[in-house]
């Protein structure tokens, strides 16, 4: 597994935080799901490449390890460990990156991330796309009921490879590569510090969660009341177990209801990581969803300019 170019390092705020980037033209940030202090399995952000270099022949793609996650800094502060956070690290991100009209596209814990951000940024955000968002759609998550019960303990390869199959349709997708980079995650002295603070010290319990269920539920009432202010699209896919499809169908309606610019795309055989699953069918749907917000405001602009 190779995103096929060097990783970069930028200070956001005081956090050296890692991200790669590759291509020109319209710029994409991928954001990967999950949290820090997972011991169970680490979230990636090279979970993206079987599309970030088929993306970045026709657009500029960036793919960042969020706040605490992969060699990123933990946060520097107790306190921080939220999503809250986590969605204030990207938008200093996006802000340190000089990046204006990003199309944003995250998934799971992911997805609530750039939901946040499109809502709490949306000077930097030109588009967002939501994968497989048990996080966001309404609804109580299933993963404690899916996931739990792992009968391997932390930091293990095992354990990793049992949790990622349980996540997927197809689980050749859960490859020798993909747990090689995971675990080179699980080995680092700051990853297993988030551990100890998010398990041992009981931020998790304490804080984390309480506050993920706060924000779901504001931002569940500002999608529901504001509306994204931004071209949306929902990308699904039908085994997800711990995001079930009537969930989304259910985050779809609250969304549209509000912005007419929403779309949402089901992806048969998949699940919890459509765009690994099935990279052509998701590549696809992103330039699908680019070059119709261009053709849209060039056709809006003609019908300015006309009258």
């Not at 980037?21 to 399995?41: K, R, Y």
């Not at 939220?82 to 990156?97: E, K, P, S, W, Y």
């Not at 990793?160 to 675990?183: G, I, T």
Request: aromatic share 8%; with cysteine; net charge negative.
């Amino acid at each position: 597994m190779a995103m096929s170019v060097d990783p970069r390092w930028i200070d956001v705020d005081g956090i050296q935080t890692r991200y790669f980037e590759a291509g020109t033209g319209e710029p994409i940030l991928l954001v990967t799901g999950g949290n820090f202090g997972a011991g169970d399995a680490a979230s990636i952000v090279e979970s993206w490449d079987r599309n970030f270099c088929p993306l970045s022949e026709r657009y500029r793609v960036i793919a960042v390890d969020k706040l605490g996650q992969g060699y990123t800094d933990n946060p520097a502060r107790d306190e921080d460990y939220t999503m809250d956070a986590v969605v204030r690290h990207l938008g200093g991100f996006v802000r340190t990156l000089g990046l204006q009209g990003v199309h944003v596209a995250g998934q799971s814990r992911g997805a609530m991330a750039v939901a946040c951000l499109t809502l709490d940024y949306p000077q930097y955000v030109r588009s967002c796309t939501l994968v497989n968002t048990s996080t966001l759609a309404p609804g109580v998550g299933l993963n404690e009921v899916v996931l739990g019960g792992t009968p391997h303990p932390h930091f293990t390869r095992e354990g990793q490879k049992w949790l990622f199959e349980r996540c997927e349709h197809n689980k050749d997708v859960v490859d020798d590569d993909f747990l090689d980079e995971a675990m080179k995650v699980f080995a680092l002295p700051k990853y297993v510090e988030s551990v100890r603070k998010m398990e041992q010290e009981g931020l998790k319990a304490m804080l984390f969660v309480p506050e993920l269920m706060r924000l779901k539920k504001d931002t569940l009432q500002r999608l529901a009341q504001q509306g994204m202010g931004r071209p949306t699209q929902l990308v699904w896919g039908t085994e997800d177990r711990t995001a079930l499809i009537e969930r989304g169908i259910d985050l779809f309606h609250i969304i549209a209801s509000r912005e007419p610019r929403t779309t949402m795309h089901v992806m048969n055989s998949a699940g919890h990581h459509p765009y690994r699953e099935h990279p052509e069918h998701f590549n696809d749907l992103m330039h699908a969803f680019i070059s119709s917000i261009s053709d849209r405001e060039s056709r809006n602009c003609c019908n300015e300019q006309a009258v």
